[in-house]
């Protein structure tokens, strides 16, 4: 079987640095993986460099520390790597830029004057610039073969690593845990002590989150306070807001067509308007610009449309795209991706006007917009909530430059991405600078640090309020998770009692663990699993939750409980301090929750904080309330 990958996987590991390990294929010339300034492997990584096409010896250094592939599963289901006839290496070298961009994003070395064409110029460095790289590669062609995956996380494992980090998943919705090879095999790391950290997917709406297993760090994404703005400029001197990565310049106006005006001969009007492959007619489109729409939010291909318009005769395109502020686009020709507003002031200019003209500006970047960070509208949705968010939107990193795709059909050593495959990279980093501070931390620490330091944001791009099903726990606060105050723990047999507790048989958790393991009878409750966040999906009446968080500290100090309530829930904590004497302790508190309200069908939120006057340990409250 085969998991649909979102853009790349990942390992890390830790001596007095963090080391991280990845997965899909990596340009090894590229600046982002110099490695100036890096202390000697670390004793405890057992990889190896494996040759392989376009790979030697050579290829590995004090940052690339280990290169391994595997091909053998995916060739046994789709039959040689050959007869796809795309470009490919069989080796870990990168042949499509995802690898590198995810691994540079996490690890890359500090690059001076890094842009895509003169776009997002500046300095471009991983989240742990001090980290060093194994590469393994299990993905070709956009997906990554079950056996492949587990084959590369054993050996990942087996290597010595700390973190994982898996920029890919399963299609929507998500499979059960004791089914799914990236939550076995995550869970197999988790045992081992290793943080697992995933993409939620690029799926938009509600109920598409994936890799939620609550052994892995369910990353989702957000956008940054940066913008690439293609304005285009009517024959009627207004202006228009556009989106896009164009380098390239109009010198003059040029007169506008929708697709749908232009449909080839016995072409549906419709079908044009998308402007597929070989639907538009060239004697109308010719030196034009096209107004094209999308078909299919999930899967049109938006570059195609302007090949289509440029073998028409086409000379620019305007898409007219819900998701265009949240993904950087590039075509072929000069185009702009605009939203419904600015789409009905254009097609009413073009209606009133009998020879309407427009020119598009190549993209100029815009620093510090607002709001920001926010919401993407691409990111996968709960109630499975992903467990925090990070930047995912425009992410410049290093690219493969034999991968054009994406690149205006230029070879270019830097591209801008967007994807959970990009917010994965950067909270895997995170995790693996905690590691480096606090190696005996478990994993489940690791994700609390994160999780509780997350802050709430708004959704983008309208500005309204996004709930837990959006983020989780909120964006990545890596300074705060780097003082925690308290942490919420958890381990291996708190994860089969919490599986317990949900139904599950012997025979699924041996598939699982490997193991032949009996369920308590009766099981801890479900809702009493220690996770840093208290959600209850079928609330009837009054019920109770129970907690315990582990001082992380000096000296003395007193927390207090601050409640937001959820709508319709009064809600009472006991004790409603927790007085802490020494780091390492331990305290349980428990959690009434007494419902007044309904809440029809629909989750309700709120949330949990813990603070002592310098740390805030926040945990969201998700209740779905079907009685009273």
């Not at 990845?22 to 990584?45: C, H, I, T, Y």
């Not at 376009?54 to 250094?61: A, E, K, R």
């Not at 254009?346 to 209606?351: R, W």
């Amino acid at each position: 079987m085969s998991s649909l990958v979102s853009l790349t996987l990942f390992f890390v590991s830790v001596k007095t640095k963090a080391r991280l390990i990845f997965f899909a294929g990596v340009w090894p010339e590229s600046e982002s993986f110099r490695d100036e300034g890096l202390g000697l492997v670390p004793e405890k990584f057992k990889g190896q460099c494996i040759l392989g096409e376009n790979f030697t010896l050579s290829n590995c250094n004090r940052k690339i520390v280990g290169a391994r592939f595997y091909f053998q599963g995916y060739e046994a289901e789709n039959g040689p790597l050959e007869s796809f006839n795309l470009p490919f290496f069989r080796s870990a070298r990168d042949a499509d830029g995802h690898g590198s961009h995810t691994a540079s994003t996490i690890a890359g070395s500090v690059v001076p004057n890094a842009s895509l064409f003169g776009i997002a110029q500046g300095t471009a460095r991983g989240r742990a610039p001090g980290a060093t790289l194994a590469i393994y590669k299990a993905c070709w062609f956009g997906e990554c073969n079950d056996a492949d995956v587990l084959a590369a996380m054993d050996d990942g494992i087996n290597d010595g690593v700390d973190v994982l980090s898996l920029s890919l998943g399963p299609l929507p919705p998500q499979p059960i845990y004791f089914e799914n090879a990236i939550s076995i095999g995550a869970f197999h790391a988790f045992r081992r002590g290793i943080v697992v950290l995933a993409s939620a997917g690029n799926s938009f709406f509600q109920g598409t989150a994936t890799n939620v297993a609550p052994w892995i760090l369910t990353v989702a994404a957000s956008s940054i306070d940066r913008e690439f703005n293609s304005n285009i400029y009517l024959g009627n001197s207004k202006v228009l807001k556009g989106y896009s990565l164009n380098p390239l310049k109009m010198e003059a106006s040029y007169g506008l067509i929708a697709g749908n005006e232009a449909a080839a001969k016995g072409v549906p009007v419709k079908n044009a308007s998308f402007c597929k492959n070989n639907t538009l007619d060239p004697t109308l489109v010719k030196g034009r610009i096209a107004l094209c729409m999308v078909e299919v939010l999930l899967r049109d291909n938006r570059r195609e449309k302007a090949f289509s318009v440029r073998d028409a005769g086409g000379v620019g395109i305007i898409l007219v795209d819900p998701v265009r502020q949240d993904v950087g686009f590039q075509f072929i020709i000069p185009g702009a991706v605009i939203g419904q507003a600015e789409a009905k002031e254009l097609q009413s200019y073009m209606a009133t006007e009998k020879y309407p003209t427009a020119k598009i500006a190549p993209t100029v970047t815009a620093l510090n917009t607002e709001p920001a960070p926010a919401m993407t509208m691409f990111s996968s949705m709960g109630p499975n909530v992903p467990d925090i968010t990070a930047p995912g939107s425009k992410i410049l990193a290093a690219w493969s430059p034999l991968a054009t795709e994406n690149t205006s059909d230029c070879r270019v050593n830097y591209n801008i991405i967007s994807g959970t495959s990009m917010s994965c990279p950067h909270t895997a980093a995170v995790a693996a600078i905690l590691k480096s501070y606090y190696p005996s931390w478990s994993p489940a620490a690791i994700k609390s640090a994160i999780m509780t330091t997350g802050n709430p944001i708004r959704r983008h791009p309208n500005g309204t309020q996004a709930s837990p099903f959006d983020y989780g726990s909120g964006h990545i606060n890596p300074v705060a998770a780097l003082n925690p105050g308290l942490i919420y723990d958890f381990h291996s047999n708190d994860v089969i009692n919490f599986l317990c507790s949900t139904g599950a048989s012997p025979t699924q958790l041996k598939n699982l663990t490997g193991d032949l393991i009996s369920c308590k009878n009766p099981p801890t409750s479900s809702y009493d699993f220690n996770y840093p966040s208290i959600g209850v999906s079928n609330m009837k009446g009054n019920m109770s939750v129970h907690r315990t968080v582990t001082y992380h500290g000096q000296g003395p100090t007193v927390y207090t409980a601050v409640i937001n309530y959820p709508p319709g829930v009064r809600v009472a904590v006991y004790p409603a301090q927790l007085r802490f004497t020494q780091a390492g302790q331990k305290m349980s508190f428990r959690i009434d929750f007494s419902p007044y309200k309904n809440s029809n069908g629909s989750f309700v939120f709120g949330s949990l904080t813990w603070s002592n006057g310098v740390h805030i340990v926040r945990s969201p409250i998700g209740l779905n309330v079907i009685s009273v």
